[in-house]
């Protein structure tokens, strides 16, 4: 892996307004509480309430999101997702 000369990855993608930063494609950081998520769809997961009125963060680990320990931080993401994808194609888990 190359780094540049800040110490990141070379891959790295960061927030300026909290200084955060990760790394892999589609990921997804919230502006508000400024947790990186997997995706599009993790990071919906975690928002709540009506746009305007009361839109808010939840904590991600009581919405079922799962913490996985990066070099960047916690990415927070759905639980299992090879497994799941797996059993989506009726195919058995590669171990
Ligand atoms: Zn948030
Ligand atoms: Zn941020």
């Known amino acids: 892996m190359r780094y540049t000369q800040s110490g990141l990855p070379a891959n790295a993608v960061t927030h300026g307004s909290c200084g955060g930063w990760w790394t892999g494609l589609g990921r997804s950081h919230c502006a508000s ?13 975690h928002r709540v309430g009506a746009h305007g009125v009361d839109r808010r963060c939840m904590d991600p680990a009581t919405v ?32």
């Not at 509480?33 to 997961?45: D, L, M, Q, V, Y």
């Not at 999101?65 to 009726?90: D, I, K, N």
């Open 33 to 45: 509480c400024h947790e990186t998520f997997s995706g599009e769809s993790a990071a919906g997961r």
């Open 64 to 95: 079922g999101l799962v913490a996985r320990p990066m070099p960047f931080g916690t990415l927070w993401s759905w639980p299992a997702p090879e497994v799941a994808l797996s059993a989506l194609r009726g195919g058995a888990v590669a171990s």
